[in-house]
């Protein structure tokens, strides 16, 4: 064959071999296409049919008792766009969507921002106009998905052909959920304002309107209503600069005062249930929950929860006089961080004093409820122990950058020497200071953040005042730090679902236990908790017979704490199996008028409630059952003198039982005799640092104490003569 006829023959089938190639090609794109895009797509049609059959969600208790049906009403109220308020169309719009009328379905800047997002964060993200926002929750689901993301794409092209514009806005409005049981403007306005979508004014449009971008954080009836208000503020701007109403029209619509419908009738826990909620949206959607039928079974136990309720109820009711409104109680399993009750006000409906808003996860001081962290870390760090002596006595503070620091005590006193024990049992105010003096705010804000405390950020923005409760804190945050001190070390973070089926009964997700990171070691747990219950530690500033005191049930320890302008008032105790927390006070931060701190306001409450959870442990386990701490093997008891806490060798000093780790046991025995400079003037011991002429000072012999920071008590000086400085000793005078 000639040469020619060979070239031309092999073009001819190299063409057909690639003309073969691309239409594989070509029907495999197809096939892939519609396989992967195309097949089991849903019919734009489906938009203007109302017979999809949602399922209701349901959150149960660790029982599997109801506390609250989450559901969409078959019988929705629908609306006609030209029946309502132009406001009603334009806050819409403001909202989600502000170039609706002038695009064909999507934002080509927020394609681009979500593509970015996208290829760069590995965070998938939407364009966000109402007509694919239309598609995503009334046609498809809200997997995060590149698939997903691209049938909503063919999905809005089709939907902007078939519909009018106003079409889709209507559809939008009737379809979009607006949180709880309400799919569509129509039924919102109902179930907010008891009122016909035509009847709405500006001001409840706005608040609506900014409900879809997130039904549950933007909810007025959630944990943080104040967000509503500020997302109602943003949109009536958004109107203004849209110019669909004017700055006057937009000031009268945010002073305007909004009465809302009665909501939540047959839900129990609220608040709980609200926290559960906030966290299965974030997961699953707005729209599964609201429609997917979950099961959701939860770590609360309803017996605990509702006697708490009713705990907080009564006692708040008689602390009128104290100028209290509010208080709240969360109760933990310190080994599994398992939440039991989360009670975050006395009454989640109650208007009067924002009572849905959930305390337990709100910004509060701790007051003195924060020492044990701060003495845990001095334990651990091994230059504390229970017995070393900490002198109460008035001292003043200096820190390079900030006012002096001088601190006073609860009652108003000074109790000169005092070994740890005391000085915690007793929430002594200086000695706190000087421990966390010695153990630095850099280390303690670390400590607490490692144990659970998560407000804590910067050393430089706090001072010593930390440990007396300077910092804001949040009760949840408090609870996983004390269930430390409670586990051995261990720390377990709080968690709320224990299990989730779909409506099938296909389990979605279900809880597993993990050890957690070991925070402190069981040593230093063990005398925090020793202290913490021992009820001799805490009698010179409690009594004997405080509310810190369980019927039956000694081995339960426990802490208060009460702000210094007295604007909250905590007491948060535990045992192995369980952390129990409390605060009382106000809402709007207003200061209580009295509350003493063991006495009434929070202890109370606490005592209460631990009393029913451990009776109730006694009555399935048929005796008075009692959880003590477990005694680590390097913890040791020795005989220390009663005064100093040092070894008594020979000096027959009086003595008292004291435990301490290996290797921190005191060497020295006790001679109270040393040699210490005296103010002539005076005859008194001169502090280290106190400035005197040196004319002035002379050397004698005294019994004197003096502790780790230096600070120094004679204890045969003649006492002040000044009145208040005498007293402020409250030492008997020799």
């Given at each position: 064959m ?10 001819k089938?190299?063409?057909?071999t ?12 197809a ?29 149960l ?7 609250y ?26 909202a ?10 999507f ?10 997002n ?22 498809l689901?809200?997997?995060?998905t590149?698939?997903?993301?691209v ?8 939907v ?8 889709i806005?209507?559809m ?18 109902q ?13 409840q ?21 104040q ?10 701007k958004?109107?203004v ?9 937009a ?37 599964k ?6 099961q ?5 136990d309803l ?9 907080i ?22 080994k ?11 009454d989640?409906?109650?208007k ?15 007051g003195?409820?924060i ?52 000085t915690l049992?007793?929430s ?26 998560t ?24 609870a ?25 009964g296909?389990v ?17 747990c ?11 530690a805490?009698?010179?500033?409690f009594?004997?017979s ?22 909250d ?8 199996s ?9 809402n709007?931060?207003?200061s ?55 070894l ?18 005191p060497i ?28 002035k ?8 104490l ?19 400085v ?9």
């Amino acid at each position: 064959m000639p040469v020619k006829k060979r070239r031309t023959r092999h073009r001819k089938q190299k063409k057909l071999t690639k003309k073969r190639l691309l239409l594989i090609l070509a029907v495999f794109l197809a096939v892939f296409f519609y396989f992967f895009i195309l097949k089991d797509l849903p019919s734009p049609n489906k938009l203007s049919s109302d017979d999809a059959y949602p399922v209701s969600t349901k959150i149960l208790d660790r029982n599997g008792e109801l506390l609250y049906e989450i559901y969409v009403d078959k019988n929705r109220t629908p609306i006609k766009l030209e029946e309502l308020p132009q406001y009603v169309k334009w806050a819409t719009i403001a909202a989600e969507d502000k170039n609706f009328y002038k695009h064909s379905g999507f934002v080509f800047t927020g394609i681009a921002r979500a593509a970015f997002n996208t290829v760069f964060r590995r965070k998938l993200q939407g364009g966000s106009t109402i007509s694919q926002q239309l598609v995503k929750n009334a046609l498809l689901t809200q997997k995060r998905t590149v698939k997903r993301k691209v049938r909503e794409a063919f999905l809005t092209i089709a939907v902007e052909i078939i519909y009018p514009k106003d079409k889709i806005l209507e559809m939008y409005l009737n379809q979009i959920p607006y949180g709880g049981t309400a799919y569509g403007i129509g039924s919102a306005s109902q179930l907010y304002f008891g009122k016909p979508a035509k009847d709405l004014t500006l001001a409840q449009t706005a608040l609506l309107a900014g409900l879809p971008a997130s039904p549950t954080r933007y909810s007025p009836f959630g944990g943080s209503p104040q967000i509503a208000e500020k997302r109602q503020e943003y949109i009536l701007k958004e109107m203004v600069k849209i110019k669909k109403i004017s700055e006057e029209e937009a000031k009268k619509a945010k002073e305007e005062e909004i009465i809302y419908a009665d909501h939540g009738k047959g839900i129990k826990a609220p608040h709980f249930v609200m926290y559960v909620k906030d966290q299965l949206v974030e997961k699953y959607g707005q729209q599964k929950i609201d429609q997917g039928g979950l099961q959701v079974w939860t770590t609360l136990d309803l017996e605990i929860q509702e006697f708490a309720q009713t705990a907080i109820a009564s006692e708040v009711a008689k602390l009128t006089k104290e100028k209290v409104t509010n208080g709240a109680v969360l109760v933990t399993n310190p080994k599994t961080g398992e939440i039991l009750a989360m009670a975050g006000s006395k009454d989640y409906f109650a208007k009067d004093i924002d009572g849905n808003v959930n305390v337990t996860t709100s910004l509060r001081q701790p007051g003195s409820s924060i020492k044990p962290l701060n003495y845990a870390l001095a334990f651990e760090k091994k230059f504390l122990t229970p017995a070393s002596l900490i002198l109460d006595i008035p001292t003043c503070f200096d820190v390079a950058g900030q006012k002096r620091y001088c601190p006073s005590n609860y009652d108003n006193q000074f109790h000169g020497g005092v070994q740890a024990r005391f000085t915690l049992g007793n929430s002594y105010n200086v000695p706190a200071v000087k421990t966390l003096a010695l153990n630095g705010l850099d280390d303690f804000i670390a400590t607490a953040s490692a144990m659970g405390i998560t407000t804590f950020q910067d050393p430089k923005n706090y001072g010593l005042s930390l440990t007396l409760g300077g910092g804001e804190v949040k009760m949840t945050d408090m609870a996983v730090a004390f269930a430390v001190l409670a586990n051995k070390g261990e720390k377990q973070n709080l968690y709320s679902i224990e299990k989730i089926k779909d409506y099938t009964g296909k389990v979605l997700e279900e809880h597993k236990f993990e050890e957690g990171p070991k925070i402190l070691s069981p040593e230093s747990c063990y005398l925090i908790s020793h202290i913490l219950l021992d009820n001799n530690a805490r009698q010179p500033m409690f009594g004997a017979s405080s509310y810190l005191v369980v019927k039956n049930h000694p081995e339960v320890s426990v802490k208060t704490g009460t702000t210094n302008d007295r604007k909250d008032n905590w007491t948060i105790g535990y045992t192995p199996s369980y952390v129990v927390a409390v605060w009382v006070g106000n809402n709007d931060n207003k200061s209580m008028s009295y509350v003493a701190s063991g006495i009434t306001g929070a202890s109370p409450i606490w005592n209460k409630t631990t009393r029913f959870i451990l009776e109730r442990e006694d009555k399935k386990q048929g005796k008075t059952f009692q959880e003590w701490p477990v005694k680590p093997e390097d913890i040791i008891g020795a005989e220390v003198c009663v005064t100093s806490g040092l070894l008594p060798g020979d000096s027959g000093c009086p003595t008292r039982y004291e435990y301490f780790i290996k290797g921190t046991l005191p060497i020295e025995t006790e001679n109270l005799k040393r040699q210490i400079f005296i103010n002539k003037d005076n005859q008194q011991a001169i502090q280290p640092g106190q400035e005197i002429p040196l004319e002035k000072i002379e050397t004698q012999e005294k019994n004197a104490l003096i502790d780790l920071t230096g600070s120094l008590l004679c204890l045969d000086c003649p006492f002040p003569t000044d009145p208040a400085v005498f007293n402020s000793y409250n030492l008997k005078k020799p």
